[in-house]
């Protein structure tokens, strides 16, 4: 999983962009991670089938893209959680 767009200056000033901007800029990103996550999973089973049914293909390497696909799903999975308490502690904030 590529992370350089984190580290974009546009990203990291506040104040620079209106609050719709930076939603979608947000949103854009949240996409992009998800598309990763998604095929890493597609060439990870990919590479299961080919080594399991043909026997074509290298064991460790299969092992290599099965182990990087859970944990972009365990990564994944940690973020939706903490954003999930991010928004029900703002629910719980009395006005």
């Known amino acids: ?3 350089q767009g984190l580290s974009s200056p546009s990203l990291l000033q506040p104040g620079k962009t209106s609050g719709a901007e930076k939603t979608g800029k947000f949103g ?4 992009q991670y998800v598309s990763e996550m998604n095929h890493s999973h597609k060439v990870a089973g990919k ?3 080919e080594l399991a049914v043909h026997g ?3 064991a460790s390497e299969t092992m290599l893209a099965l182990k990087k696909a859970g944990l972009s799903f ?3 999975m940690a973020a939706r959680t903490k954003v999930v308490a991010a928004y029900q502690e703002v629910m719980r904030m009395q006005v």
Not at 28 to 31: E, G, M, Q, S, V
């Open 28 to 31: 854009a990103l949240l996409n």
């Open 47 to 49: 590479a299961a089938e």
């Open 1 to 3: 999983m590529d992370i």
């Open 74 to 76: 365990q990564l994944m």
């Open 56 to 58: 074509v293909g290298d």
